[in-house]
């Protein structure tokens, strides 16, 4: 079986000097293709190196995540359009959206807040506009409603948006699914506590699955609190299989032909 890890955050491992080690392993755990997602600018470099070093192997998205606002954030969204005249241009723009959980308590706080952060997510669906191969990785944290109208607001095709991690109702996820966006989702459908979650992943249905780890974060059970990586996305299949019920072989060939499809890789 093969399978694609649609989202994961690489760069510590390479801080730490293991990229080449995390990779290999998931190549032996038949994950042949790895979407690495950047969360600020310090880390485009990076990503378009490693997409360079592991040609076929690695794929990467250039986006603010935002948490990872800064004041000099919008001079930097200025030279997004250099790294998709590279020889290894990003895959998607992402990841990018919108962030409540962790919001002031005091409202005036909280508009400050999210007004910057509509501000860059607006400006980042704008620009995708002139990438229109390229894909769009929305974070949507309480926040899925406004992600949705930013993404109408910017006359984005919502065929190219994928919402990581879905952490919304299965009630939204219908909303979006009608749209044309899709979700992936994590090794949080391990988890006792994550019914919603399953629903929501059964009502998307198969046609449009897609799995990612979100490494090193969320970590599938029995690995649950340990750092996750790319090897695991076998784990995450195995139990969305289980939810589905169907055999592992046909959800893996189902999940990698969305995520190559999406992608374009």
Request: hydrophobic share 45%; charged share 25%.
């Amino acid at each position: 079986m093969k399978f694609i890890d649609t989202h994961a955050h690489l760069d510590g491992f390479g801080r730490r000097g293991g990229l080449a080690e995390i990779v290999g392993r998931a190549m032996d755990a038949g994950v042949e293709k790895i979407v690495a997602c950047s969360t600020n600018p310090d880390e485009w470099l990076f990503y378009e190196s490693a997409a360079r070093e592991f040609a076929g192997s690695v794929f990467w998205q250039i986006g603010i995540h935002p948490g990872d606002i800064s004041e000099n954030c919008e001079i930097a969204l200025d030279s997004l359009g250099a790294f998709f005249a590279s020889d290894f241009p990003p895959v998607a723009i992402g990841e990018i959206g919108l962030d409540y959980f962790r919001a002031p308590s005091d409202s005036a706080e909280f508009e400050a807040m999210r007004d910057r952060q509509i501000k860059i997510f607006s400006r980042q669906l704008e620009l995708s506009n002139s990438f229109e191969s390229a894909k769009i990785c929305v974070h949507a944290r309480d926040s899925v409603g406004d992600c949705v109208e930013q993404i109408a607001a910017a006359g984005v095709d919502f065929s190219r948006v994928v919402f990581h991690c879905y952490a919304g109702t299965a009630e939204e996820l219908a909303e979006i699914n009608a749209l044309g966006a899709r979700a992936s989702f994590t090794g949080i459908i391990t988890y006792k506590s994550a019914g919603e979650m399953r629903r929501a992943m059964l009502a998307q249905g198969l046609g449009r699955l897609m799995l990612e780890t979100d490494c090193p974060y969320l970590a599938p059970a029995p690995l649950r609190g340990s750092v996750n990586e790319p090897a695991n996305i076998p784990l995450i299949a195995r139990a969305a299989a289980e939810i589905f019920g169907v055999s592992e072989e046909y959800l893996a060939d189902a999940v990698r032909e969305n995520s190559r499809g999406f992608f374009g890789i």
